[in-house]
């Protein structure tokens, strides 16, 4: 393997406030607790963790459980037994996407392993935790991958439903997830990796159970405890945050808005926008979830669930009485999962990062400690076919994130005949050497005449290239190779877009180049590296 690294503030779509982040400018340090980078203070933080031992092994014998009927390894095992003894932990978690969703899940969790292990290696007991976050309930997000090959980019998509905005964990597959992996292990081989999505996505299972129990193969060395945040037991855990949420609500609210505003002051976005109505937490309803308001301005203490007008007194009853009919919306989220874990740090990606620069301020409020957030592993993985056709052409990876279309006329014109692009070459040496001559004896003459010298200039470059464009596209209508050559790098580098990490499977890559895969990948990550990282294998 080799590796390259690229800055994000070169990848399109990178926000302000996350590359802020990585570099930890000033204006950026009041959002946040701790820089990007976790070996700085990992032994500091250790010590502000608060965690209660009965809360711990109550939460130990709820992950024994769930690993067990997943069929955890012994290394889970023993991890779990680590977090009884007193071990922190490393989190990270994502949505339960079909067949294990995109490739980012997989660097996730292998991000949450290795800061794990450094914390270990320092001297703090330390074991990774994936939130396995089964109450989303946005199913579209998570019913689909897309795995490429030589004829484009395949979208496998399951057609499993359930009650409209129920959680995405609780919804079962029946005998279509049968068609479903068909096409699926088609697109990948019979590989060993299709033989665990077969094992794992069956009639019966629902997208929680099914992505836990490949997770559980894919990981049975790395040790990485997997947690479904929708078990009953774990709502009875987090009930006193669901209810702080409801007794401080208006202030919660204020502080929400407030932090709104000074992201905005500071030159940044909000990720999650909150409204003076707003309240942090979801509603169970006849299967599905709903968010519970608050009563006009928020002032009179009355709640809305659908139509229904609640007082905060009987909210607060129905969740003493049944905590697992409420879950907590994404800025509540972190909080009761760091309730639930003695957790030293959360790994997570870009919009992570923004929430937590918003959610810092329910964290004071409910806890007293803000977890810091270190972003996860990124990477753009490129095969040696790949690798070949961006040196044959001459590209980087930038050059894919101009789209498709921009692409093909550059492999157009790097293939341009070799006299044509020598013509172009010289015409262009040759307008330089002569407008450098013409305003030199300008600026003698009249120097006002200098500026519309160059302005001159720019049109004729700015046309020569127009014709230089034109003849690469003549290049490219006559000839097909090079139309499917710019669709495999676009397809397989930065597909519909969006970096190859967040629209390719995971599986793609371990069917392909073994589990093997993720020790080298492991080895990648490092935690004074905070760039996206091009990986040629």
């Known amino acids: 393997m080799r590796s390259e690294c690229l800055p994000f503030s070169q990848i399109p779509h990178s926000t302000p406030l996350f590359t802020d982040f990585l570099s930890f400018q000033p204006k950026v340090r009041q959002f946040y607790p701790r820089s990007a980078f976790f070996l700085e203070w990992l032994k500091d933080e250790a010590a502000a963790v608060s965690y209660d031992s009965q809360r711990r092994e109550r939460v130990a014998t709820i992950l024994e459980r769930q690993n067990r009927t997943w069929g955890s390894s012994a ?90 905005d129920a959680p995405v964990g609780t919804i079962t597959f029946g005998s279509e997830i049968e068609a479903v992996l068909a096409s699926a292990v088609g697109l990948l081989g019979d590989t060993p990796v299709a033989g665990a999505l077969r094992k794992s996505y069956r009639p019966g299972e629902t997208f929680g159970s099914s992505f836990a129990r490949l997770f559980a193969r894919l990981f049975a060395d790395w040790g990485v405890i997997l947690l479904d945040a929708s078990d009953p037991e774990l709502h009875g855990i987090a009930e006193p945050i669901y209810r702080a949420a409801v007794e401080g609500a208006a202030e919660l609210d204020e502080a929400l808005l407030a932090r709104g505003r000074e992201l905005e002051v500071a030159g940044y976005h909000q990720q999650v926008k909150v409204t003076p109505s707003s309240s942090l937490l979801f509603a169970l309803r006849d299967g599905a979830r709903v968010p519970v308001h608050r009563r006009g301005n928020g002032s009179t203490g009355q709640f809305v669930i659908e139509k229904e007008e609640i007082s905060q007194k009987e909210l607060l009853s129905r969740i003493a009485v049944s905590p697992q009919s409420f879950s907590p919306n994404v800025l509540l989220r972190p909080v009761v999962q760091d309730y639930l874990l003695p957790t030293l740090a959360y790994t997570g990606g870009s919009a992570e990062v923004a929430y937590f620069a918003q959610a810092a301020v329910v964290y004071a409020k409910l806890l007293g400690r803000i977890t810091p957030i270190v972003p996860r592993f990124s990477a753009t993985i490129v095969d040696s076919k790949l690798r070949g056709l961006l040196d044959r052409y001459q590209l980087t990876l930038q050059d894919l994130f101009h789209g498709p279309e921009r692409l093909c006329e550059q492999l157009a014109a790097h293939a341009l005949p070799s006299e044509l692009q020598s013509s172009f070459d010289r015409a262009n040496a040759s307008l330089q050497s002569s407008m450098a001559v013409i305003r030199d004896s300008l600026s003698r003459l009249d120097k006002t005449l200098v500026d519309a010298a160059q302005n001159a200039e720019s049109k004729m470059r700015h046309q020569l290239e127009s014709l230089r464009a034109r003849a690469a596209r003549a290049e490219l209508r006559q000839s097909e190779l090079l139309g499917r050559h710019a669709a495999l790098l676009s397809n397989s580098l930065y597909p519909n877009k969006v970096l190859q990490e967040r629209e390719i499977a995971g599986i793609y890559f371990l069917s392909r180049y073994g589990t093997e895969l993720l020790r080298d990948l492991y080895d990648s990550i490092h935690a004074d590296c905070l760039d996206h990282q091009v990986i040629s294998l």
Do not use: M
């Open 75 to 164: 290394a889970v095992t023993k991890n779990i037994e680590r977090l009884r003894a007193g071990a922190h932990a490393v989190v990270t978690g994502q949505q339960v996407g079909l067949f294990g969703g995109p490739v980012f899940s997989i660097y996730k969790a292998l991000t949450a392993v290795k800061l794990a292990d450094l914390a270990t290696q320092s001297g703090l007991g330390c074991v990774p935790v994936f939130w396995l976050a089964t109450e989303d309930h946005d199913l579209a997000e998570v019913n689909h991958i897309s795995i490429p090959d030589s004829e484009g980019l395949h979208r496998v998509i399951a057609a499993t439903q359930g009650l409209p």
